[in-house]
């Protein structure tokens, strides 16, 4: 049971235009999202996170949204830079028990071609 | 400031045979965490400890799998013995942050070792 889920595997995007990584939810004790990069052979890296109580929150060139009604969040690069090229994973947390827990989707490869 | 470190790099063993992997997390961290990520999947977690008590065991394989954090600083965990569907990368994360802490938190990664069982 896929409680986080990155539908789309990969992504191939132009240098300077905009990178859209999408990622849905089903749980809705969800309170808490981040988005991880990882390059090979590296641990994942944070990136940008989002409170569900906000709908957006931008950092340089990174941007993530939130619908919390559609359960669906996207992160948005934007202009996309051939040194973007890893993997993405996007994250959410709820609390359990007297802990929090990140509970990961499976990734999207992006890759920007210069 | 240093980040996770995580020893070793890459391992390979036979099918029940034992491993360990060790893992020192960000100085201060409270909490540290264990993952395993199967190729094309994300991580998983294994166990979370704050300082050096347990907090999250539950998916854990038990029978198997055992893990312990020295004096609330780093941590071991042990595969005895192994089989096929171990091999995997085992990533060591830590964070600030304390049981029932409201909003997010960032976990930090360390570069994981990847076991090869054969």
């Known amino acids: 049971d896929q409680q986080v889920k990155q539908n789309s595997p990969s992504l191939s995007v132009q240098e300077g235009r905009i990178s859209i990584l999408n990622c849905d939810y089903t749980n809705s004790m969800f309170d808490y999202f981040l988005w991880y990069k990882k390059y090979p052979a590296e641990g994942p890296t944070f990136l940008i996170s989002?409170?569900?109580?906000?709908d957006k929150n931008e950092d340089g060139r990174f941007t993530v949204f939130l619908n919390k009604s559609a359960k669906h969040l996207s992160l948005h690069i934007v202009p996309s830079q051939p040194g973007d090229s890893a993997v993405y994973f996007c994250?959410?947390?709820?609390?359990?028990?007297?802990?929090?827990?990140?509970?990961f989707g499976s990734g999207t490869q992006l890759t920007v071609l210069p | 400031e240093a980040g996770v470190a995580q020893s070793p790099r890459y391992k390979i063993i036979e099918k029940r045979q034992s491993v360990a992997f060790w893992c020192n997390p960000i100085s201060g961290h409270a909490t540290l965490y264990w993952y395993q990520q199967i190729l094309g999947q994300g991580p998983k977690l294994l166990i979370q400890?704050?300082?050096?008590?347990?907090?999250?065991d539950s998916q854990l394989p038990k029978d198997r799998f055992s893990a312990e954090r020295l004096k609330g600083v780093d941590s071991t965990l042990k595969i005895q013995p192994a089989k096929l569907e171990d091999s995997a990368v085992y990533l060591c994360a830590s964070s600030l942050s304390r049981p029932g802490l409201a909003g997010g938190e960032t976990q930090y990664f360390g570069p994981g070792t990847r076991l090869l069982v054969l």
């Open positions: 994250a959410a947390s709820a609390p359990s028990g007297s802990a929090r827990q990140l509970t």
């Open positions: 989002i409170s569900s109580i906000k």
């Open positions: 400890f704050q300082n050096n008590g347990v907090v999250d």
